[in-house]
């Protein structure tokens, strides 16, 4: 079989976890992929290509005006075949240890930053191909519940809480602190 009889294949790239799904009829993202494209645009646009994809394959197959949250909540979990993340159980000996001492049989899940990611960008894939924002499934309230629920229960089994970075303030804005130098010492008189 020639090489170019081969339909275009994309990576889905999420957690460093590959899969790789055919584009052929998948709904593509408007932008054109090029080499000025940035880095988070290219995924964004596997990630829409993955995500129609998966609607072309689901039983029976769905268009984006029928996907609803109920789907995409399907998608995530369909997604966790692929995770990297040891997600431990309530059962298991090492739940609540950041670094357990030995292997479990505990399962591989998606992280729950990648799956906040890819959320975000799919979110903003929708509403650029055209889907209003009131109607983007990506962004509905189940969807969030979701993954709180997600980042909570990792956060308990691994024993690492999930905290809101602090922004730093600018250095410019505040003024140099000059140590202090110690007293002279007393003199003897």
């Known amino acids: 079989m020639p090489m170019d009889s081969?339909?275009?294949m994309d990576?889905?790239?999420?957690?460093?976890?590959?899969?790789?799904?055919?584009n052929n009829g998948a709904t593509s993202l408007a932008t054109?992929?090029?080499s000025t494209s940035s880095?988070?645009?290219?995924?964004?646009?596997?990630?829409?290509?993955?995500?129609?994809?998966?609607l072309k394959n689901h039983r029976p197959p769905l268009s984006l005006s029928m996907c609803s949250g109920a789907h995409v909540l399907e998608f995530l979990r369909?997604?966790?075949?692929?995770?990297?993340?040891?997600v431990h159980t309530f059962n298991c000996p090492?739940?609540?240890?950041?670094?357990?001492?030995?292997?479990?049989?505990?399962?591989?899940?998606?992280?729950?930053?990648?799956l906040d990611?890819?959320?975000?960008?799919?979110?903003?894939?929708?509403e650029e191909n055209g889907g209003k924002p009131e109607a983007n499934p990506f962004g509905i309230r189940a969807v969030r519940l979701y993954l709180r629920e997600v980042r909570d229960l990792q956060s308990k089994a691994r024993g690492i809480s999930y905290e809101k970075k602090k922004r730093k303030r600018p250095l410019a804005n505040q003024t140099p602190t000059l140590p202090v130098p110690p007293p002279p010492p007393p003199s003897a008189s």
């Open 6 to 8: 081969f339909p275009e």
């Open 11 to 22: 990576s889905f790239n999420l957690e460093n976890a590959s899969l790789n799904v055919s």
């Open 32 to 34: 054109p992929s090029s």
């Open 39 to 54: 880095r988070y645009e290219n995924q964004k646009r596997r990630d829409w290509n993955t995500f129609g994809q998966y």
């Open 78 to 86: 369909y997604l966790d075949q692929f995770g990297k993340t040891k």
């Open 94 to 114: 090492f739940y609540g240890l950041p670094n357990p001492p030995a292997p479990c049989p505990c399962p591989l899940r998606q992280a729950w930053g990648s």
């Open 117 to 126: 990611a890819l959320i975000g960008r799919l979110r903003a894939a929708f």
